[in-house]
């Protein structure tokens, strides 16, 4: 049987505006954004004015200029969404506000996003004061494999992750001074409030076995080791969240008791505890990192809750950790919760509470902030019965 052979996306241009497209590359996309259909050639000559209405017309601007002049001109640009948009109305409701706000951030990244620039071979740039980024670029794209076009937001994206792996985020659970280092496209445990549940949430007697659903960068897994729990398996659905989570395991000293696999939700088997952290907002996700935010109809919440006693070894219980902002947002209720907990067989035997520390909690210009302030994230222990 034959199969017809795929096609690798490309863009083309035009170094001379009116002659027919002589040059592409492929188009790279980690949102998977299609490639433009119309690329014209920009640089430092090129006006706001001018870069912005073709970017909201759908045509694409190949930068050719100075590297900090197109970061001036991002971000020029990003004023103008800002002052061009309503991200939300005054009568709307927390839902109808959740939706526009998310409505307006997706219109600014397709028209961010359409401002490219050009990796060589190497992964490196041509362009004039431009920074050394084929380290961060393997990191998220892997080995070089040819040039590539992609977006100058996705690229800063990269550098940016790739400044986060380096420094790595501080984790007082795990100790005075330790961190874990999330890499590109792994969501970031910056938000410690869920990790300190995790931390202080009373053990059950003697516990050995534990599961880690959806690990990320392995941080909730890391505090379970850190605990005393002898083996610790590991799960993500992501990739580059099991390259990640083993790195940092190995970087703790915790491999010999965390096993990192994939991508199934659930290990084979049984544990004492079985832990999950779900994406807190049933959502689509529009990106790879956004899936450590937006979990479709909930679909890992119940993939937990409905395999939980089939897991669990006699006397085991289910930590489950959930921001009500899902709540708060009118995207999911209480009752809603709770019957999903009901209809799969189990019970509520303590809650634990905490309130978020990041700062957008105190951004009363955020269209989403009266939900984000109200918000609490919990620590759910179930149980069959």
């Not at 083309?12 to 790279?28: I, L, Y």
């Not at 002052?83 to 997706?106: C, I, K, N, V």
């Not at 620039?117 to 041509?126: G, K, M, P, Q």
Request: proline fraction near 8%.
């Amino acid at each position: 049987m034959s199969t017809t052979p795929t096609t690798a996306p490309t863009i083309h241009w035009s170094e001379d505006r009116s002659a027919q497209p002589a040059r592409s590359a492929r188009w790279h996309s980690e949102s998977c954004a299609p490639p433009p259909r119309r690329v014209v050639v920009a640089d430092d000559r090129t006006k706001t004015a001018t870069a912005y209405q073709l970017a909201c017309e759908g045509t694409a601007l190949l930068w050719q200029g100075d590297f900090h002049n197109a970061r001036q001109l991002l971000r020029a640009m990003g004023r103008r969404i800002d002052r061009s948009s309503t991200p939300t109305r005054p009568d709307a409701t927390p839902a109808e506000s959740f939706r526009l706000h998310r409505r307006a951030r997706g219109h600014r990244a397709r028209v961010l996003g359409r401002l490219l620039v050009l990796l060589e071979d190497d992964h490196s740039l041509s362009l004039r004061r431009a920074p050394d980024v084929r380290r961060a670029c393997a990191e998220a794209y892997g080995p070089p494999r040819g040039g590539r076009a992609v977006s100058l937001t996705e690229l800063l994206g990269a550098i940016g992750a790739h400044q986060w792996r380096e420094k790595g985020v501080e984790v007082p659970a795990l100790g005075d001074g330790i961190r874990v280092h999330p890499h590109y496209g792994v969501f970031s445990p910056v938000r410690g409030e869920y990790v300190d549940l995790v931390a202080r949430a009373p053990l059950a007697a003697n516990p050995r076995t534990a599961f880690d659903l959806g690990t990320g960068t392995g941080v909730l897994a890391a505090v379970l080791a850190r605990r005393g729990l002898a083996q610790v398996a590991a799960t993500d659905i992501n990739p580059r969240a099991l390259t990640c989570a083993r790195e940092n395991a190995a970087r703790l000293g915790l491999a010999d008791r965390i096993e990192v696999t994939g991508p199934d939700l659930y290990p084979e088997g049984r544990a004492d505890l079985v832990v999950c952290n779900p994406p807190w907002l049933p959502a689509r996700p529009t990106s790879a990192v956004e899936q450590g935010v937006y979990d479709p109809a909930g679909t890992m919440l119940h993939g937990f809750l409905h395999g939980l006693t089939a897991h669990l070894h006699p006397g085991g219980e289910g930590w489950l950790i959930l921001s009500d902002l899902a709540e708060h947002l009118g995207l999911r209720t209480r009752a809603d919760l709770l019957t999903a907990i009901d209809s799969a067989g189990l019970r509520v035997t303590d809650r634990l509470d905490t309130s978020p520390r990041h700062p957008r909690t105190r951004d009363t210009t955020d269209p989403l902030h009266r939900a984000r302030a109200a918000e609490v994230t919990s620590l759910w222990r179930l149980m069959p019965g």
